[in-house]
T-cell receptor, first 115, second 110 residues
Framework: EAGVVQSPRYKIIEKKQPVAFWCNPI?????LYWYRQNLGQGPELLIR????????DSQLPKDRFSAERLKGVDSTLKIQPAELGDSAVYLC?????????????FGAGSRLTVL | QQQVKQSPQSLIVQKGGISIINCAYE??????FPWYQQFPGKGPALLIA?????SEKKEGRFTISFNKSAKQFSLHIMDSQPGDSATYFC?????????FGTGTRLQVFP
């Protein structure tokens, strides 16, 4: 079974440019997360989806970040315009709620460098 | 946001030795405490997890010790191997949300 698939793996852009990341979660996982991992730090939650609904976006910088999860499967995370401080690895994870434990399966991440 | 404090930041262990990583949390409502392992260029992967109703959980060479009153938990890696060299993250939370520690880079030398 394929794991959580993310693309692109690497992206280099100049500041003020837009960028988008795509995530395909594990089949059947109804919960999808976007995390940001700064260099030398742990992942920090940006947004959590239950099916199509964003149920926790309290940490998402809404002035420049947006996300969507159409049809409750794939998701995209967009940054417009990007700033230097947005350089990080953006991790997508999915889980199946109701299993009694929050077992997150992460993708390999999308590494963003903003110049 | 509630913090999860993790130490040490880095750890060097000789092959066959014991690696110990510690974490402390603040929110007494947390009921799920996993440890994730991350290799370079990969996403974190679940290693082992514990609920607060037990004080210890062992899976192979990996053991979590949990102290509810002190709000602390630790990961012990017995007989550490070079293949264990990775970054380890503790996390704390519940079924809705996990807060991750800052990570410990473990290096195991032959």
């Amino acid at each position: 079974e394929a794991g959580v698939v993310q693309s692109p793996r690497y992206k280099i852009i100049e500041k003020k440019q837009p960028v988008a990341f795509w995530c395909n979660p594990i089949s059947g996982h109804n919960t999808l997360y976007w995390y940001r991992q700064n260099l030398g730090q742990g992942p920090e939650l940006l947004i959590r989806y239950e099916n199509e609904e964003a149920v926790d976006d309290s940490q998402l910088p809404k002035d420049r970040f947006s996300a969507e999860r159409l049809k409750g499967v794939d998701s995209t995370l967009k940054i417009q315009p990007a700033e230097l401080g947005d350089s990080a690895v953006y991790l997508c994870a999915s889980s199946q709620q109701g299993s009694g434990a929050n077992v997150l399966t992460f993708g390999a991440g999308s590494r963003l460098t903003v110049l | 946001q509630q913090q999860v404090k993790q130490s040490p930041q880095s750890l060097i262990v000789q092959k066959g030795g014991i690696s110990i990583i510690n974490c402390a949390y603040e929110n007494t409502a947390f009921d799920y405490f996993p440890w994730y392992q991350q290799f370079p260029g990969k996403g974190p992967a679940l290693l082992i997890a514990i609920r607060p109703d037990v004080s210890e959980k062992k899976e192979g060479r990996f053991t979590i010790s949990f102290n509810k009153s002190a709000k602390q938990f630790s990961l012990h890696i017995m007989d550490s191997q070079p293949g264990d060299s990775a970054t380890y993250f503790c996390a704390a939370g519940n079924t809705d949300k996990l807060i991750f520690g800052t990570g410990t880079r473990l290096q195991v030398f032959p």
